[in-house]
């Protein structure tokens, strides 16, 4: 079989395991899948900018977030429809890329990243310091899940929402990084000044990759509001910036799936490291130092590495 | 008069960062290393501060194995988890986010959460009177070390054997190695001094600022304000970022208290804007 069909065999058999999973184990663990799969699509979004344009965000949690605060705010401050705050939530997290894209696209490199961060931190800053709207600290409690005809209020029904919004958004990021969009931003990483040279507008490549991945961030953002039912500021805090990055890296950069399994296993391992000990930012810290000493180019970077080894015995 | 105040708070506050952003800027201008762990080794080095001021009393002998240690610190990271990615961006500044998380959490292991104050060493308590106003000798003695520390380093940097090889090294590390410089030590050294300069910056804030968890994201981030006004890789950069940022920010704390950080990054935004790398910056 070619490598076509046997991925094609791979991604059946995933979906199919994903499908039947509710049935395979305990709500607990269908929770804990659900997480998996928001920050798959978190990680994703930002392997939209890390990985395929070349763009390294260290404050992407800022459009996740303000997708969780846009509901949050329009559903307990406003009384709006939880179904309804939906779109208005993607729509403030598209918007904030739009504002923030140009500041950031001044710069690349390390200016990029401190610029990004920087810009993160003071969407957190309002957040965390803005008392009478957000609650600050305290968080926003009384997130209602949204009805379309039947109820997301049991785990499992919630898992299934949040599969298909997931699976949706991911087959939309496929397409768009198999499309000639997607190439051009693949040749503007390898090198801006070449495909200047060819005539593509750099510019507007990198800042439409940059609205799209806060669009899909804030997907993940506005699933996340509704799973927890609660919005803090910790969804907005570059932890969780940071949190998206080595998942992107853990995973393999510059590819969709790479960084949706280094999504699932990094929660898995906050999960079960969280239930052992309080230290889990001191485990995420070696899990940096570690993974980017020993497999910088992540776990796929890895099994590239094994094939060709074997292909060449 | 209270002008006035603001101003020397502002310029005080604005040493600080300078003693920051200065190693940051010289890290990056050598190796091209973002160092988030710089947020770290002033945290780190004003709890190591407090732990001596509490054992010994002494405020020299505490600023002065706060950065002793530090730069032992600085200079191990350098030297086995970053030498090996010369010239890698993304994996150095990944591997220095690392340290910063781990430093993070062990810190907050070993001195707890709640914020600590250092004392006011003994020769700096009192203020000096000014109209209606006082004002305390510490901030002035902040000022001065400020000052102190810009002079020394440029000092350093234009009148030594060793600061000429520094600055042959930051306009081009491979032709200075051909010269026979000792670029790889340089490194070491440079980061060392770096790491020691926040370690200096962390116990001098202690008696103002105060230490506690998150301290170090927070410095961090105004450093980056820093140097993304003053650019990265020049000291006078990075002095006239942190007089900015330092005056900016107190007058913003003055007059619109809920919204201090937005005072200082709207300005950087258009400095962004007009110059993306800063008003001394190199690309």
């Known amino acids: 079989m070619t ?11 995933v979906l199919a395991l994903l499908i039947a999973l509710p049935e395979m184990v305990r709500p607990y663990y269908v929770g804990l899948a659900t997480r998996m799969l928001i920050f798959a699509l978190f990680a994703m979004s930002l392997d939209l900018l890390l990985g395929y344009t070349g763009l390294a965000s260290l404050g992407h949690a800022a459009y996740f977030g303000i997708a969780s605060y846009t509901i949050a705010l329009l559903v307990v401050r406003a009384g709006v429809d939880s179904g309804v ?3 208005a939530a993607l729509v403030a997290a598209a918007a904030l890329g739009a504002l923030f894209a140009p500041l950031a696209l001044r710069a690349r490199g390390s200016y990029f990243l401190m610029i990004t961060f920087a810009l993160a931190q003071v969407v957190w800053s309002v957040a965390f310091g803005w008392r009478t709207l957000t609650n600050g600290d305290d968080g926003m409690p009384g997130v209602t899940r949204p009805y379309f005809g039947w109820s997301l209020n049991n785990t499992i029904s919630f898992y299934y929402f949040a599969l298909a919004v997931v ?5 939309l990021m496929l397409a768009i990084v198999r499309s000639p969009f997607g190439r051009a931003l693949r040749g503007i990483r390898e090198s801006e000044s070449r495909m200047q040279a060819l005539g593509y507008d750099v510019w507007r490549h990198q800042y439409a990759a940059f609205v799209l991945s806060a669009f899909f961030a804030g997907i993940a953002g506005a699933l996340y509001a509704y799973f927890n039912r609660f919005v803090g500021p910790e969804y907005l805090y570059v932890v ?3 949190e998206a990055l080595i998942m992107v890296i853990l995973g393999g950069a510059g590819t969709l799936i790479g960084p949706a399994i280094g999504a699932a296993l990094i929660v898995f391992l906050e999960d079960f490291i969280s239930s052992l000990t309080e230290h889990w930012v001191l485990v995420l810290g070696i899990i940096y130092v570690l993974v980017t000493v020993l497999a910088p180019r992540g776990l796929i970077g890895l099994y590239v590495d094994f094939c060709q080894r074997r292909s060449i015995k | 008069m209270t002008w006035v105040i603001h101003i020397l708070n502002g310029v005080a506050f604005g040493m600080l960062l300078f003693l920051l952003a200065a190693g940051l800027s010289l890290i990056y201008g050598l190796m091209k290393i973002l160092n988030l762990t710089h947020g770290s080794f002033y945290l780190v080095g004003g709890y190591i501060g407090l732990t001596v001021m509490q054992l010994t009393g002494s405020f020299m002998l505490a600023l002065g194995i706060a950065v002793v ?9 350098e030297r086995f988890f970053l030498r090996r990615f010369h010239l890698d961006e993304l994996p150095q500044t990944l591997v220095t986010f690392g340290f910063l998380f781990i430093f993070s959490d062990l810190s907050l292991w070993i001195w707890g959460g709640d914020p600590l104050m250092l004392n006011v060493p003994h020769i700096f308590q009192g203020s000096v009177p000014m109209g209606y106003y006082s004002y305390p000798y510490y901030r002035l003695f902040l000022i001065v070390m400020g000052v102190a520390v810009a002079g020394a380093l440029w000092w350093f940097q234009e009148k030594t054997r060793l600061g ?4 042959a090294g930051v306009d081009d590390a491979e032709i200075a190695r051909a010269l026979g410089i000792n670029v790889s030590l340089l490194f070491t050294l440079v980061f060392a001094v770096g790491a020691a300069l926040a ?7 202690g008696p103002v600022l105060s230490l506690y968890p998150g301290a170090d994201f927070e410095v961090l981030i105004f450093a980056f304000v820093v140097v993304i006004v003053g650019g990265l890789g020049s000291l006078r950069g990075a002095l006239a970022g942190a007089l900015f940022v330092g005056i900016i920010d107190d007058f913003g704390k003055a007059f619109f208290p809920q919204f201090a950080l937005f005072t200082v990054f709207v300005p950087m935004a258009v400095i962004l804007v007009i110059r993306p790398t800063g008003l001394f910056g190199r690309r």
């Open chain 1, 167 to 171: 699976g949706v958004a991911a087959l």
């Open chain 2, 164 to 167: 000429t090889m520094l600055r």
């Open chain 1, 85 to 87: 705050a939906f779109p």
């Open chain 2, 199 to 205: 370690a200096l910056a962390g116990v001098l804030a």
């Open chain 1, 240 to 242: 969780q910036s940071a």
């Open chain 1, 3 to 13: 490598a076509r069909a046997w991925s094609l065999v791979g991604a059946v058999a």
């Open chain 2, 69 to 77: 240690a530090i730069a032992l610190l600085g200079a191990v990271i």
